[in-house]
């Protein structure tokens, strides 16, 4: 049974949506397994993150790098982990990384043995069939052509809505062009799919085919 988290940010979040993830993560001691986007030498946005993942349930974790610093020799402990946790910043280069280390799939078999899966922003794109959605935020730097997300979701996920308003007509346009949903979620709100169910907290807006529902 799937147990998927998509926000924007660890901060300011929703209360009941934060205590909606402490009840996926459980009382028991918790290890979380956190991915980057990239290389992060100084583990400057891992140190800045922990406090929040701390308050959020999360008693130990594990760092595993995809990009410069990964070692394959890691992928065991990757796989023994409560949980994951996939971070924010370039959706193309995050995916890319994923993509090269041939990590998709483990992230898919640990979702299907019920291990919650949570994205911030590019981590929570990442979870759709594509990673379209993404040329509203980030500039395609490595040049990637594969753009299938994991395929977890059924729908694609429009994060900092309330900072990314400006851009309505051009989203409804480019939702024209695509079958599944879209949903936009405002900074600190979020989504909670819980196997079969789906659950929204805050101002999320459905759009699809050209029309804001």
């Known amino acids: 049974m799937s147990k998927l988290v998509l926000l924007n940010d660890l901060r300011n979040m929703n209360p009941a949506l934060k205590n909606r993830i402490k009840e996926l993560t ?3 001691p918790f290890k979380l397994a956190y991915i980057p986007s990239r290389t992060d030498k100084e583990r400057w946005y891992f140190e800045k993150a922990r406090p929040e993942l701390t308050g959020l349930g999360f008693t130990d974790f594990f760092y595993f790098d995809v990009d410069q610093e990964y070692e394959e020799s890691q992928l065991e402990e990757f796989k023994s982990c409560d949980g994951i946790f996939l971070s924010g910043e370039n959706t193309y280069l995050f995916l890319k990384n994923l993509q090269e280390r041939n990590i998709i799939s483990f992230i898919k078999e640990m979702v299907q043995e019920g291990k919650p899966l949570i994205g911030v922003s590019a981590g929570s794109m990442i979870m759709s069939k594509t990673i379209k ?3 509203f935020h980030d500039e395609n730097e490595v040049q990637l052509n594969e753009l299938n997300g994991l395929g977890l979701v059924g729908f694609e996920f429009m994060p900092h809505w309330n900072r990314e308003k400006h851009q309505l007509d051009r989203l409804l346009k480019y939702s024209l062009l695509q079958e599944e949903s879209i949903y936009t979620c405002d ?10 169910t789906i659950e929204f907290y805050g101002e999320i807006k459905e759009i699809l085919k050209g029309e804001l529902l």
């Open 133 to 135: 959605i993404a040329t």
């Open 187 to 196: 900074d600190g709100d979020g989504i909670v799919i819980d196997g079969d």
């Open 26 to 28: 459980g009382s028991k």
